[in-house]
């Protein structure tokens, strides 16, 4: 277990997580990994705890994987659904967030359709002056954090299994391909990967990409050989720039429902220049492993088969790491509350 000190209360995103953060989680993630591969799978860490998790949004992977998580430390959980809410009767979300709190709840995790309702919440809690933690489960546009924190360790992991950290993916080469603009996975990961000193090359239509994401490093497309002395951070409207010896490939979830005009063509289109093929990964080092956060579009973002090659795919790793790290999150923020 990581012995470094955690004093963070909330965990609302990563863009101002420090290095030693990034390693406590990773090193705190691999003991618990080796839990979960034993017979009983379960310790007492959290035990007398209350998880409550405040899903406004649809969700399978990351509300079950918290659930899982918490059962594992031996937390009791408390599950909220919006459509049977009383949010139905006009009750609001701070008023939701007070009941679960008079519940006994000491930890939150929150996920929203609309950016900034996992910080309201927090905020709410520290102006009533209770030692309860926030974790944003993803919020609109803006973050995803323990999918950015299960992607570094799935890949550091894969790097040194034992002892996986940040300063791994130093000079490595990382493609993010796809529909940037809507993906709060997108951003957990530009702040955590750039943080790890990793080369980032973000790739999509020009309708998908942002340029405001180049202020993150000193990058720009008119600019593209500009390098930030802390963050590098590269932009594309092709695909082979990006892909070019690259020693990951992460693409994303065409993201519709969040898409409030035409932004494509088509999907056969989009699949086409855009697509994660094999014969594009040969523009990529020899060894490249694929992520996807999911869920995955089959055919659209990555080929079928790719997807299920697990010489490439690491994507049934990443949803085995979530239970690992999302245990990590839950016990560094809750374990100040005995």
């Known amino acids: 277990m990581a012995t470094t000190v955690w004093t963070r209360r909330h965990v609302l995103g990563l863009a101002d997580f420090t290095p030693a953060e990034f390693d406590t989680v990773l090193q705190t993630a691999a003991s618990f990994r080796e839990v979960l591969s034993t017979r009983t799978k379960k310790v007492p860490a959290l035990q007398g705890h209350v998880v409550a998790n405040l899903f406004f949004e649809p969700s399978t992977r990351t509300r079950s994987s918290f659930e899982l998580a918490a059962r594992r430390l031996s937390a009791d959980t408390l599950n909220f659904a919006a459509g049977t809410s009383s949010l139905t009767k006009g009750e609001t979300i701070l008023d939701t967030a007070k009941t679960y709190l008079a519940m006994g709840a000491d930890m939150m995790v929150i996920r929203h359709r609309e950016a900034g309702v996992p910080h309201a919440i927090a905020s709410e809690m520290n102006q009533l002056g209770v030692r309860v933690s926030i974790l944003n489960a993803g919020d609109g546009q803006h973050e995803h954090p323990s999918q950015g924190l299960l992607d570094l360790f799935t890949i550091t992991s894969l790097i040194d299994f034992e002892y996986p950290r940040l300063g791994l993916l130093a000079g490595k080469k990382i493609a993010i391909v796809g529909d940037i603009l809507h993906s709060r996975v997108a951003r957990s990961n530009i702040w955590s990967l750039t943080s790890s000193k990793a080369e980032v090359h973000l790739a999509g239509p020009p309708t998908l990409l942002p340029k405001l994401l180049a202020e993150i490093g000193d990058s720009s497309i008119s600019n593209p050989k500009s390098q930030s002395q802390n963050r590098k951070l590269f932009l594309h409207w092709e695909l082979e720039p990006a892909l070019k010896d ?68 690491l994507i049934s790793q990443q949803v085995t790491s979530g239970v690992a790290v999302r245990m990590a999150l839950l016990y560094l923020m809750g374990s100040g509350k005995n």
């Open 246 to 313: 690259a020693d990951f490939v992460m693409t994303l979830r065409l993201q519709k429902e969040r898409m409030t005009s035409h932004l494509l063509p088509s999907l056969r289109e989009y699949h086409q220049h855009y697509g994660i093929t094999r014969d594009r990964l040969k523009l990529c080092k020899p060894d490249v492993k694929i992520l996807h956060p999911g869920p995955v579009n089959r055919g659209v973002e990555i080929s079928s088969d790719l997807m299920d090659d697990p010489q490439f795919s």
